[in-house]
Structure formats: structure tokens, C-alpha cells
């Protein structure tokens, strides 16, 4: 397999993965569904991964769900 062939695998990859977990809600249910917590990097990494890949609204619905456990001088922090 040559440098593109693994680029081309790669990218189909992450395509799927995005709509698989866009389509089973998982991508924005993550912390109300299952109390998972994502660090600032994460949910700024998968929120840009959605929002390339054509889900700009569950990009928005990752990032608000994260901003409300940032505390003052974390990243997303909006207050109480
Ligand atoms: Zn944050």
C-alpha cells in the first residue's frame, strides 16, 4: 500500500466513524447519556472532526455539553 492508498484508507476511516456515531447519537449524547467527560483537547479535536466531516451542529451540541464542566481558566468556561 502506498502513502496515498493509506491516506485514502485513513480518511475513509474517519468518515465512517463520524457518521456511525452522528447517526447513533452517540457523538452528542456522550455526557448527558453516559456521564462521560471529555478534557478540553478532546472535545475540541472531535468537535472539529464532526464539523469537517459535515455535522456542524453536533460539533456545537459537543463543545456546549463539554463548556458546562470547564471550571474558571479551563478553555470553554462560560460561568455558572
Ligand atoms: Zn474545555
Redesign the pocket.
Known amino acids: 500500500m502506498d502513502a496515498q492508498q493509506m491516506d485514502e484508507q485513513r480518511l475513509r476511516a474517519a468518515a465512517k466513524f463520524v457518521d456511525t456515531w452522528a447517526q447513533s447519537g452517540l457523538a452528542s449524547d456522550l455526557i448527558r447519556d453516559y456521564g462521560c467527560t ?3 483537547n478532546e ?2 479535536d472531535m468537535a472539529q472532526l464532526f464539523r469537517e466531516f459535515g455535522y456542524p451542529e453536533i460539533a456545537s451540541v459537543i463543545l456546549e455539553d ?2 458546562k ?2 471550571e474558571p481558566g ?4 462560560v460561568g455558572e
Open positions: 471529555l478534557t478540553c472535545a475540541n463539554h463548556s464542566y470547564d479551563d478553555l470553554h468556561y
